[in-house]
Structure formats: C-alpha cells, structure tokens
C-alpha cells in the first residue's frame, strides 16, 4: 500500500509542477498584456504596459514564446543535470545491488544449505533491510530474473518462499497495475516465472493490447504459466497479427517450458498462418520424431507466404526420412524460388543416394549461380569423380561454381 | 518598393514561423517515440535474439582505403560482434598502402575463387580472400580496384550471400550488440516490411578506446567536436526519431546502417555518381516500394547510441565535409525532383521531400538572403529596430531552446556524457553555436551550393585527414574514399 501512496504521491507532485507552471506562464502572459488584474484579491500593476501598448499584439505574442522559450531552456539544463546526477547515483546503486541480489540469490537457490528451514529463515531475515526501495526491488526482481532466465531449473518453489516472507507480492501486484508499460511487462516476467496463476486474467488482457511490446511479453508469460495447452495458442494471434519476434518468443517460451504439452497439430492445422508458423517450429524443434503430421507439414511447401514456406521445408526436411526426402524434393523442386531451392540443398547435403545425385545432375544447369554452388556442394560430398567432370563446363556459372567448390571446401 | 518589403517581410515570417513549428513537431515526435521505445526495450534481453529460430542472415560490408594504421584492429572489431548468422565483408577499395598484405598476413588468408554476379557494376574485383583458420571463416577480404566508397559497397553488395546488409565504415567503433538491436525493428513488424534501419551516430573524439571498444566517453576537447556533438544530439536523437516516428526517414548514415540486400541490388545499389549516396540509396529505395513493390514498408531508426565516429577537428576538414554533403543533397534532391509534392510517393512526397528541399536545402540559401535584406533594411533605417532586435532575441532562445531539449533528452535516456562539466560546457557551445558554428555552417553549405552549380563540381570528395583513435598515428585519406 505504501509502494502505490508513494507512487501516487509522486506523480500527483509532478503533475501538479507541471500545472502550476503552464498556469503561470498563462498568467504571466495575461498579466502583463493587461494594465493592471486583480486575482483572488492580488492586485498587480503592469511595469511594462506602455511598451506592450505599443507593440502590435503579434510581437507581444513572439516576446511571449521568447520568453518561454528561455524559461524552458532552463529548465532543460536544470533537468539535465538533476537526470545527469540521478542518473549517475541510480547507476551506481543499481549496479551495487545487482551484484549483491546476483551473487546472494545464486547462493540461495543452488547452496544446499538453504534447503534446511532456519538456515532459509536466517537467510530471509538478513535480506529484508535491503529491499525497502524502488532501486533495491527492481535490481532484486532483476536478478531473479537474470538468474531464472540463465539457468534451466526452475526455480520458482525456492523464490516464492522469498516473496512470501518478505511480503512482496502486493509489490509485484503493484508492477503489474502500474500505468508505466516497462513495470508491467517486469511484472509480467517474475509472475510468469513464479506461476502465479491468479494474475492470468489482467495477463490475457494485456496479450489483446495494442502495444506489441506489452502484447509480445504477455504471450510469453502465458505460455510459462500454462502447464496444458488448455487452447491457449488459439488466442495467441487471433486479434492481432504476429510478428516473426512474437513467433520467435513464444516459439522459445514454450521450448524452455519443458512441462507444457502442446497440441500443435491443431496448429499446424490452423487457418491463422502466424499459428502455422508456431506449429511448424515446433514441430521442427520439439516434436520431430513425430511424423504424423508429415502429411499436414507437405500442404505448406511451396506457401506463397515466404517465410512460411522456408519453414514449412526446412521442418519437413528436418523430419522426413532420407528416402521420402529425396521423392519431397524431386517434386518440388523445381517449383520453388531461389531462396528455398538454397536451402533445401543445404538441408540436403548429407545424403549419398544416387538418385539423389542424379536428380542434382540434372538440374544444375537451368539454376542461378548460387544453386549451383550449393549443387556442386552436395557432388562433391558424394562423389568427388562426378565432381571432376564439370571442371571443363563451358557454362560460365558452372565453372565459377566449381571453381569456388574446387577452391574452398578441399 | 514598400509592396516588395511587405511581401519579403511576410515571407520571411511565414518560413520563419513554419521552420520553428517544424521544430516543436520534432520535439514532440521524438519525445513520444524515444519514451515509447526506452520502455519497451527496459526489460527487454537483446542477447535472447540469439536464440530465435527465424532470423535474417546480415553481411557487414567494410569499406577500406589506406586504413592499414588500423585495419588489423578494425577487422577483429568487427569479428567481434554478437550476431548468430553474420558474414563480415571487408572491401579494400585499391588501397595504395601495405594493408591488403597486413590483413592476408594476420587472418592467414588465402585467394579463393569465391564465386559471385556483378549484378550492380563496379571496379574491377581483383580478388577474393578466405581464412585458413576456422574462426575468422565468417570473414571474406574483397581486394578491388578504386573506385570510390559507393563502389567499394557496391562490390561488397554483389558478393554478400545474406538477406540483409550493414554498411559501415570501416574505423568506426560499432557496440558489441548493436546488430542485435538493429535487427529487432525487422523482427517486430507485422504487415509493413521494413526495408533499413539506421542507429545513432555518435562522436568518438576524446573517447577512451580499448580492444576497439568505447570504454570511456569523454566530451571532445576540440571545439569544433564540441559543436558536432551538439549537432548529433539534435539531428539523431530528435530530428530522426521523429521522422521516423512518421515514417518519412530519407537518410540513414553512411556510417551505419542496415539494409535489405534484395531491395538494394533491385534499385542498382548505392549511385557513384553522387557523394551523397547514402541519402541516394534511401530515396532510391523507397520509390522502388512505391512503384514496384507497392507494399507498406517503413524505415526504421533506433535511438541508442550503436556507433562512434571520429568528426573533423579541424575547420578546414569540417568545410570539405559540410560542402560534400551539400552536394550530395542537392545532387539526390535534383534527381529526384518528380518527388516533390507527389502524392504517389506518400508522405515521402507530401511531408519529408519537400521539408528536405525546403529546410535543409534551402534555408542556408534563405537565411542568407534573409540577412542580407534585413541587414540593408537595418543600413537604410527602413525597419523598426525594436521588432527586428525582439525576433532576433526570439531565434536565439527558441534555438538555445531546442539545443537544451536534446541535451535534456540525451541524459535522461542515455546519459553517455556525465557530469555537471559537461553540462555547463554544453550549454555554453550552444550559445556560442549561434554565433560561430551556425554561420560557418551556413557559409559551408552556401559553397556547397556554388561549387554544385558553378562550379559543377558535383562528386569529388576533397581531402580529409583523420587521427586514429588511439592517437598512436595519423593517417591520410585521399580521394574517394572518406567518411
């Protein structure tokens, strides 16, 4: 409660600064344009009537901004250094006890010792002066954080028993109602890490914002949170497109949460393309002994959306077994653009069926230069003598390709 | 002749008034932008992009000309830098001292028959460098014939195998995750493609460098950097935040930007026709999305500070610059004179061409006139003395204004200069700015104007010297290749 008087406090303050100085520049600028006003029983006599009386009103107004912009001037310096020297102070604070929280929490979290209750107990105590304010919270909930995102165990149990005794729930509850976006997404973060499921509700709210920044970190959290899929990533992506970061977060927050089990064919299987994307990843990523939705994956090649379509062939190629690769391929091929045909060559590499370089053999010359570098990549993996027989192509691209195959990779 | 000194007077007041305005909507712009992006990217671990799954590929394209001081250096700086899926492209643009041998030596590399399209055209390539070692694989050395920097990108652009591409400057000191943060405006969009970012440039006088790392910032000791410090406060931390706020960003420095390879090989790459190609290659960019694409995009700016650059210290270094960048706008603005006021080119045509050519172009030009014909006003006893000083005064404080609000700005986002020193010494290059640097800079882009018209001097790039970072030696950079 103290957490949200002091904050309310402050910005009512600030507020009130900004106020009282618009007013007075408003009053300032009626005042002297006025021979003499009386307000609220002040009573104040122009010293500068004659001169305004004299000017057009249109100079009066310039003298004004001169004046204003003076004023503000000052101001900005006056901040300038106020932020320099905070700054400076807040740095140095910030950087003190991150060090301390990094190097006191990591102790707490992987020294056996803190598992016995009086030595917690002990270890609780001891901590408690240091979190009283905003700069000693933040860097506390920040190395958690740090110290929770570097390491793969969860340590969720060990730091609720933490918040718990210090009481500091209803300060991460505060982070989380606070209006400032950044404090939100932190809170979002340690509520997210810890399993807190009773903020769920304010966190699907903020995973419809129209802030993506808010948004990205809110599909982040509940995808930690979540222990089933329970159809959550049907809403991921329902009202707002997802952007290749979103895909990326979410796609790694639920490969870190190793407890969550995703019904991903129903997201392969979705009409929402960011959702497919979502799928494939995961598909490619941690489900990639399961070939069942092979079939479902094959739709996508050749998507006019690009980027779903170099997922969609670098996830079946990663899955596909060698000999249906080869059939993938040869379908395929020749109907991709450039880009894909790069990577499907690359993915390819590894296999040594004849066919296979056969099929090769016979593309590289209709294909730009780049393909045929990876083309000639592959023959040469394979089989060095074929390799030798393009050494005299006439092809001006052929040669150039074999010269940089011949050069680099032996 | 009163008719004419009331139509000079009223046009002089309402391009006054429009360029002030201009000004407060940059103020403001920049303020909601810069809040917006220091919070989103508060808790935001730039070091997890490392992990993502989908990620665009990213050649870093070196130019270098007679850099052999700090090539050595320059290059493992550059090696250096966190980016899962990066090839690093240095270009030696016919170098005519011993760097090209220093380099081979050093990363122990090889002549390699790397294969590859002259899709844009360019000097002859003369060859093509690979490491031996394993952990320089990333590294390709491009040793051409002269040809200019454009061209020297231009070679690096046809040889470059990644979606996008970072032009730099090859002394410049980059921040070890600045790539990871120039990326990110191409990850977060949704259904706008975003074709360059540019990040923010900032002075490397006085720095303290180490391992080719900032690890100290100091505020220049040379006056004129102080000036250019101030400068490049207002220019990146105001003046492209807010453009890019509204999307209408035409330029992206030659020092530092990132760009989409497809896009640029598309538009022929960067024009060696003109010293301003860095400001060529955006306008040339975004036409091409206009008239061939015909898809949203945006240009995206990131306002950390990502870049250090060494700035002239020397008057006379300092003119050649201002002069060549004057010439390269003009060249750009000419070429592309069917943008102006052309609503097919979006708010390119409609707000930030014409603020281009009407405010960067030709307000030296008016400021000039403007003085001129006032001051023969003041001669002749033909204006009110009481007015002309209180719009004097008004220009002066609305400027000092604008300066203090970018130095406001910088401490409270980035605070990279500290102390109360700085801020007095600050303050005082702001006022001393109206006096001396404004002027100068005026009379350098006046002379740009000449040299581009009379003397039709269009490309040449002048002479500009250099001090190494470490101040352990000089070198000399002749002809074209500069900055």
């Known amino acids: 409660m103290n957490f949200h008087l002091s904050i309310y406090i402050k910005n009512f303050f600030v507020t009130l600064f900004w106020f009282i100085l618009i007013f007075s520049v408003g009053l300032s600028v009626y005042a002297f344009y006025m021979k003499e006003t009386e307000i609220a029983g002040f009573y104040f006599k122009n010293p500068v009537f004659d001169f305004v009386y004299s000017i057009p009103l249109w100079v009066y107004i310039i003298i004004c901004f001169t004046f204003s912009s003076l004023l503000s001037a000052f101001i900005f310096v006056e901040l300038s250094l106020y932020n320099s020297i905070q700054r400076e102070r807040f740095n140095n604070l910030n950087l003190t006890y991150n060090r301390f929280f990094n190097y006191v929490l990591t102790n707490y979290f992987l020294n056996d010792i803190y598992k016995k209750k009086e030595f917690r107990r002990f270890f609780f105590k001891r901590i408690k002066p240091f979190l009283k304010n905003r700069i000693q919270l933040l860097s506390f909930f920040e190395s958690y954080l740090k110290i929770q995102e570097t390491l793969s165990i969860d340590l969720s149990y060990d730091f609720k028993l933490l918040v718990k005794y210090l009481k500091l729930t209803h300060k991460i509850e505060s982070f989380i109602y606070n209006k400032n976006f950044d404090d939100k997404i932190l809170a979002m973060k340690i509520i997210s890490y810890l399993r807190l499921r009773t903020y769920n509700k304010q966190i699907l709210k903020f995973a419809q914002s129209n802030n993506f920044a808010l948004r990205t970190e809110a599909y982040a959290s509940l995808i930690r949170l979540m222990e089933t899929d329970e159809h959550l990533l049907n809403l991921i992506g329902a009202k707002y497109n997802l952007s290749l970061l979103d895909v990326n977060i979410i796609v790694n927050a639920i490969l870190k949460n190793n407890k969550m089990n995703i019904n991903y064919h129903a997201l392969i299987f979705s009409e929402n393309m960011n959702q497919t994307m979502i799928g494939l990843l995961l598909a490619k990523y941690r489900y990639k002994k399961d070939t069942t939705n092979l079939k479902l994956i094959k739709n996508y090649l050749g998507n006019s959306n690009l980027i779903l379509n170099r997922i969609a062939w670098d996830t079946a190629l990663t899955i596909v077994p060698e000999d249906d690769m080869i059939d993938l391929i040869i379908a395929h091929f020749k109907n991709e653009i450039d880009d894909i045909k790069i990577l499907i060559l690359q993915k390819s590499k590894n296999i040594a069926s004849k066919r296979y370089i056969h099929f090769i053999q016979e593309i590289i010359h209709q294909q730009p230069l780049l393909i045929k570098i990876e083309a000639l990549r592959i023959i040469f993996e394979n089989d060095f003598d074929l390799l030798a027989t393009f050494a005299n192509s006439k092809d001006k691209e052929i040669e150039k390709a074999y010269n940089e195959v011949s050069s680099i990779y032996i | ?483």
């Open chain 2, 1 to 483: 002749m009163e008719k004419l000194n009331q139509i000079l007077n009223s046009f002089f007041l309402i391009y006054g008034s429009l360029l002030f305005l201009s000004y407060v909507f940059i103020a403001i712009l920049s303020s909601i932008d810069l809040s917006f992006y220091v919070k989103k990217s508060k808790h935001f671990r730039f070091n997890s992009i490392k992990e993502y799954k989908i990620l665009p590929s990213i050649s870093i394209i070196a130019p270098a000309y007679n850099e052999e001081a700090s090539i050595i250096e320059n290059i493992r700086s550059l090696l250096s830098l966190e980016y899962p899926k990066l090839e690093v492209i240095v270009v030696n643009d016919g170098s005519i001292d011993n760097s090209l041998q220093k380099v081979i030596d050093y990363y122990r590399l090889i002549k390699v028959d790397y294969a590859f399209n002259q899709t844009i055209d360019t000097a002859n390539v003369r060859g093509i460098y690979k490491s031996t070692n394993a952990a320089y694989s990333n590294l390709i050395y491009v040793d051409k014939e002269n040809g200019g920097k454009a061209d020297a990108l231009n070679a690096g652009i046809n040889i470059a195998r990644s979606d996008l591409f970072l032009a730099i400057d090859v002394d410049c000191i980059i921040e070890n995750d600045a790539i990871l943060r120039m990326v990110k405006p191409f990850l977060e969009e949704t259904k706008i493609k975003v074709i360059a970012a540019g990040g923010v440039v900032r002075v490397a006088n006085s720095c303290e460098i180490k391992d080719g790392r900032i690890v100290n910032v100091n505020y220049p000791k040379n006056i004129w950097a102080k000036f250019q410090v101030l400068e490049y406060f207002r220019a990146f931390t105001l003046g492209r935040m807010a453009w890019s706020r509204i999307n209408g960003l035409l330029i992206i420095s030659g020092a530092f930007g990132l760009f989409d390879r497809k896009l640029a090989l598309a538009v022929d790459g960067y024009d060696k026709s003109t010293v301003g190609e860095d400001f060529e290659l955006v306008v040339q960019m975004r036409k091409h999305m206009h008239t061939v694409e015909k898809q949203k995009y945006k240009v995206a700016f990131i306002p950390d500070p990502l870049c250090w650059t060494e700035v002239p210290s020397k008057i006379r270094i300092l003119k050649n610059q201002r002069n060549r960048w004057t010439r390269g706008s003009i060249d750009t603005v000419l070429k592309h004179k069917d943008v102006f006021l052309n609503p097919k080119y979006g708010k390119m045509g409609l707000i930030s061409f014409p603020y281009w050519v009407l405010f960067e172009w030709l307000a030296p030009i008016i400021e000039t006139i403007g003085f001129i014909y006032f001051s023969l006003m003041l001669i002749f006893a033909s204006i009110n003395f009481q007015i002309f000083f209180i719009l004097l005064l008004f220009v002066f404080s609305f400027s000092l204004f604008f300066s203090s609000y970018a130095v406001f700005y910088e401490t409270l986002v980035f605070n990279r200069y500290k102390g109360y020193k700085f801020l007095f010494s600050v303050l005082f290059i702001a006022i001393a700015e109206m006096i001396i640097y404004h002027p100068l800079n005026v009379y350098f882009a006046l002379l740009g104007n000449y040299t581009f018209f009379v003397k039709k001097n269009k490309n040449g790039w002048g002479k500009m010297t250099r001090t190494a970072f470490d101040d352990k030696s000089k070198k000399t950079k002749n002809g074209k290749l500069v900055n």
